[in-house]
């Protein structure tokens, strides 16, 4: 089916971020003198939000009386150092540039705090997503409805005609209560077994066949 408009998650998904999310990680539990995590635990982790990473990864979650501290410290970490290895997945741009020069719209909504979000989509994809939504305190984030109905209230769009893309089971959530079509990227950070046992319906291994 084709689309109108493209709501896209951005970790896992137009980027990959996972080195940088892992660095900035490590070196918070390093400064708290926390055991650093290996990457497969920091893939394992992400997908809710960086809080919720940082709560999986700090030895006894929200219950450690450092752990406010240390989600702190990777914050200030992770804005100066989120460009660090973050690119975009092969192919990413040349179909971003196609689906722009058909007149598609897009957007991207993520659970990654509002800033972050922001520079990264400004940095990679500014000439093509002009709308960018990350965490904020007053407005639930993913799975809930809400950020991806605020992105297509600033695109001046509404659902009819338009398709959400993700890599993840919280993905797949947003979508289904936004009432939109879902389709899984097996690219990112979550495989083809782990999408099928969450509910995924339509997958697809290359950028490219967003455009088919």
């Known amino acids: 089916m084709e689309y109108d408009t493209y709501v896209f998650d951005l970790d896992g998904t137009l980027l990959n971020t996972l080195g940088d999310l892992a660095a900035s990680c490590n070196y918070a539990l390093r400064q708290s003198h926390m055991p650093e995590r290996t990457i497969d635990e920091v893939r394992r982790f992400v997908g809710n939000g960086v809080k919720k990473l940082m709560e999986r990864a700090v030895p006894g979650g929200l219950d450690n009386p450092l752990f406010d501290a240390t989600y702190a410290t990777f914050r ?3 804005l100066v150092h989120s460009l660090d290895t973050t690119l975009p997945y092969p ?11 058909q007149g598609k719209q897009m957007a991207v909504v993520s659970n990654k705090f509002y800033a972050a979000t922001q520079e990264l989509c400004r940095h990679f994809f500014g000439d093509y997503i002009k709308v960018a939504i990350g ?10 409805p809400d950020t991806v109905l605020e992105a297509l209230r600033q695109l001046g769009v509404s659902k009819e005609g338009a398709v959400y893309i993700g890599d993840s ?3 797949i ?7 939109m079509p879902c389709i899984s990227v097996l690219w990112g950070f979550r495989d083809r077994q782990f999408l099928l046992e969450h509910g995924a319906t339509t997958l697809i291994s290359q950028p490219e066949e967003l455009l088919s």
């Open 173 to 179: 959530d947003t979508a289904r209560n936004c009432g």
């Open 76 to 78: 200030q970490h992770y």
């Open 135 to 144: 965490e904020r305190e007053n407005i639930r984030k993913k799975p809930a």
């Open 169 to 171: 089971d919280v993905d």
């Open 91 to 101: 192919g990413i741009m040349e179909t971003l540039n196609k689906l722009s020069s």
